[in-house]
């Protein structure tokens, strides 16, 4: 990112930039499309080139190219799109002096001397005026630099010029519901908004806008898969294409609505990065794709990062930009979804549903009653950075409860009267100020504040499941390491939680094992620059042991039970929670030990060997009980 780049950036609003999902681009980043997109396949070409006839075409041919950024901001692609295809038209240049020709003998001396590349070739889409006026500027000042460039290369004195940039090359306007200019390469850095917030801040209108012009994505993929969806429809054969997303775009609902179509529509990926670190201020992880619409030639080449970054040249790219086997084609299972058994925990919605442990526990010594309606709740900070089962913190939930049993409990119920229906009530309103502007929309906010005492999201399937067992399984929805743990019943579950319902050892170890971790990893959507379970991707896909015998049953719980003694053991040595114990899980060789014993154990169970590639192993499985091939087995323990 340039200095000037990134004092614009830091003139907008807080409220512009998240609106726009504002992010500048560094000439790292842009090296990373431009090189693969532009730079390499023009050089192997100019580099095949072996008679002079050939280096004039390659140099009207490049003169014509046309370049695209449908999200231009300030112009960074544009502008390093100029310089390079200034240095490959240099390079044409001197490859015809190396077979010892003179370009000047074959065409007019101005043909030699003048750069033939221009701004003209350039275009670009922007939804914001200021943006725009100074992509305008800065690709002026790119010519003018560009021709001194070319004098130094080629040691000539050509006079300085007064470069203009055509104005309708630049439009202004929202590039999905514009035309776009022909082009050649699209590249550029699409805004970053997640799913979650494209509502929020582009407001319903554009949203339903969003969803009638393109009912083809998904409605839960993010605001960049737009694009890429966009960009692919409108290139022509042979046409080349980089972007830039959050590294969401190789999961989910973001990879059916924008990888997934361009590889089943003719697109070929040919370099990716999977998922690289944003240089700038924004806390996020990014996907770089170039594709071509037609076959890539040459070897493709995928950046990954799992977990050190490496450099493979696999013979398919997948939508997943994985080098391990694509296990994006796993189907949801039946027999996983017969009984439910994955939840989200509960979503408290304001923060005066919750008291210090503290506090929570000095009102129950006085109020013992109390204990129907307030509980400890654990978050996934609790589980993983604190003792297990201490929850920091407590949860009043009047769940089930008609307001009038609700005020029953006098203090508990003035608190939220106080604090929470005031709240949600302007949230209703709000909400309802927005459905009349768009003439339709959800009533999330309306349905909460008729039952302003009772939480957002009470999962009561979940309560009634978890009454039914003392124990439960959770795990952080979003972590950098799966770690499971098992959690007592009493415990409410904050949706930072996901919940497991089951009480026992083996379940805990087909979870833990390395076997369900592999394929949460290869199969779940990230937040930041952590890991999310995602219950519909992973857990419903999930091939459980088809058939273990008791013998190999037990096995596993065994193991299960073996690691968490051996982990315990650890943490309360050591004193370390659990996410500090696994951030050091190199120094501690009984807790390898003890995983590597569990994954003998489930390998076992499976009838899988030790070394055989697990991913494919799983996808086969899944397939073959999708199919009804092989009979599927629920999930959870082995009876005998």
Known sequence: MSATD?????????????RFGVHFTSPAQTALILGPSLLDPWRRRITAARRIDELLALRDELASLKILDPACGAGSFLVDA???????????????????????????????????????????????????????????????????????????????????FPESNLILGDALFLDWPPFDLAVGNPPFLSKNKITAELGLEKFHRLRERYSEIPGRADYCVYWFYRTHRLMKPGARAGLIGT???????????????????????????????WPGSAKVRVSVVNWIKGSWPGRKTLLVSDPERRITHPAVIPPSLSSQTDVTGALTLAV????????????????????EAGEARRLLSRHPRWKKVLFPYLT???????????????????????????????????????????????KALAEQARNAQANRGGRHHAHAFARWWR??????????????????????????E?????????????????????????????????????????????????????????????????GPTS???????????????????????????????????????????????????????????RGEDILAFLLELNRAIASGKKRGRAPGPVRR
């Open 82 to 164: 100029r310089g390079a295809l200034l240095d490959l038209e240099a390079e044409i240049v001197r490859r015809a002096r190396r077979l010892g020709k003179n370009l000047c003998d074959f065409r007019p001396d101005d043909f030699c001397l003048t750069p033939q590349t221009s701004l003209g070739q350039l275009f670009g889409i922007e939804i914001r005026p200021d943006a725009l006026r100074r992509a305008r500027e800065k690709l002026v000042e790119a010519q003018r630099r560009a021709l001194d460039r070319w004098n130094a290369i080629f040691g000539l004195s050509l006079p300085p010029c007064s470069p203009s």
């Open 551 to 609: 013998a190999q049953a037990a096995a596993a719980a065994q193991a299960a039970a073996n690691l968490r003694a051996a982990r315990q053991a650890l943490v309360d040595r050591h004193a370390l929670s659990l996410r500090e114990l696994y951030a050091r899980k190199k120094d501690f060789t009984e807790l390898a030990d003890a995983h590597e014993a569990l994954d003998d154990a489930v390998w076992a169970a499976y009838g899988a060997r």
């Open 336 to 355: 996983n979804r017969q009984k439910k058994y994955c939840f989200l925990g509960q979503t408290h919605g304001h923060e005066a549903f919750l008291l």
């Open 247 to 277: 590294d969401t775009i190789r999961q989910n609902y973001s990879r059916q609505g924008g990888l997934e179509y361009i590889t089943k529509n003719g697109g070929t990926i040919g370099f990716a990065a999977a998922s690289e670190p």
């Open 380 to 426: 996934g900070d609790d589980l993983l950075g604190r003792a297990a089962d201490s929850p920091s913190r407590y949860v009043i939930d009047f769940s089930g409860l008609a307001q009038e049993e609700a005020k029953r409990y006098g203090a508990l119920y003035r608190r939220l009267a106080e604090k929470v229906c005031p709240y949600r009530q302007a």
């Open 455 to 480: 939480l957002f999201w009470e999962r009561e399937e979940l309560l009634e499941t978890l009454r039914t067992i003392p124990r439960y399984i959770a795990c952080s929805r979003v972590s950098k």
């Open 482 to 546: 799966p770690i499971f743990e098992f959690v007592d019943s009493a415990i409410h579950p904050n949706d930072s939680l996901q919940v497991f319902a089951f009480d026992d050892d083996y379940s805990f170890g087909i979870l833990q094992s390395a076997a369900h971790c592999r394929w949460f990893l290869a199969r779940c959507s990230t937040l930041g620059t952590g890991w999310r379970y995602t219950a519909n991707t992973v857990f419903d896909t999930f091939p459980w042991p088809p």
């Open 6 to 18: 990134s004092a614009f950036e830091r003139g907008l609003s807080p409220e512009d930039r998240h």
